[in-house]
């Protein structure tokens, strides 16, 4: 993946990628591709597993555009 890390120090909230998608309302596969873009950088844990900084999904949430609601 494109900006996936291996932290010494990683963030102290880190989530799951079904977490943040959850959160910002976007598939995983979105929430991935966003590693790769560099638009949220990935944490990898162990082997297999990527994390998310939720302090940075929730930063990203608050710059998406919130969605309109009909009358």
Known sequence: MGTTKRAKDPPK???SLPDASTHLGVSTKTIRRWIDEGKL???RVGERFIRVDMDEVERLSE???KPRRSA
């Open 41 to 43: 950088t990935g944490y």
């Open 63 to 65: 710059q998406m555009p």
């Open 13 to 15: 909230r880190l989530g």
